[in-house]
């Protein structure tokens, strides 16, 4: 079976400052991992993938993740987070042989001015 | 480009009476569609998955039924609604089987409310 845990309910930081919100996960064989965000009452967005090769990966809206195989992690980061970043977000995986997604229960982003 | 439409985007319904809610993905073919639902705006409970026209799979016994009667087209219904079926149904399609490392893609939801 398959899971992802996102540790954090909520993260505030402070608009120019970086943002990181935690996501580890658990999988039988190599993993492929995603991170998506939510705005209220709309659909969730991808915003970047890994699947194999560099362990850093760089999404939509200036966006980067970074996989920790022997951590098992997944982290997502921004160097300068904004105001318009403030949104729930969604850590998720597939193993390598299901096309079943599995999603963390979510983070909580609130950027202040 | 592809795009997905779920429709309506809110609906109120009584106890009891019956649900169709609507997806349909365009500018693709032979896409695996998914139905998720989202409680209190937290994570993400897959309900049914399809591969194919006909091909239906459910992950989660409930009230909920799903059908696939075109390519594009993904429906999902109840006979007789309950209150705890209340939530945030969201539509998603990926690329066809054999692609799993290609992301999910959303449509923008049915707020559902029964009362």
């Known amino acids: 079976a398959q899971s992802v845990a996102q540790p954090e309910d909520q993260v505030n930081v402070a608009e120019g400052n970086p943002l990181t919100v935690k996501c580890t996960y658990s999988?039988?064989?190599?993993?492929?991992l995603f991170w998506y965000v939510q705005y209220p009452n709309r659909g969730l967005q991808f915003l970047l993938k890994y699947i194999t090769g560099d362990n850093l990966v760089k999404g939509s809206y200036g966006f980067e993740a970074e996989f920790n195989k022997s951590q098992t992690s997944f982290h997502l980061k921004k160097p300068s987070a904004l105001v318009s970043d403030s949104a729930l977000y969604f850590c998720a995986v597939r193993a390598s042989n299901d096309y079943k997604l599995s999603f963390g229960a979510g983070t909580t982003v609130t950027v202040r001015a | 480009s592809q795009t997905i439409h779920q429709w309506p985007a809110t609906l109120v319904q009584p106890v009891g009476s019956p649900l169709s809610l609507e997806c349909t993905v365009e500018g693709t073919s032979n896409p695996n569609l998914y139905w998720y639902r989202q409680a209190a705006g937290r994570g993400l409970q897959l309900l049914f998955y399809s591969v194919g026209i006909g091909q239906i799979s459910s992950e989660v016994p409930q009230n909920l039924s799903a059908s696939r009667p075109q390519d594009r087209q993904f429906i999902l219904s109840s006979k007789k609604l309950l209150l705890s079926d209340s939530g945030f149904y969201l539509c998603a399609w990926s690329v066809e089987q054999g692609s799993i490392n290609q992301p999910q893609h959303f449509g923008d939801g049915t707020r559902l409310s029964i009362l």
């Open positions: 999988v039988s064989g190599n993993p492929y």
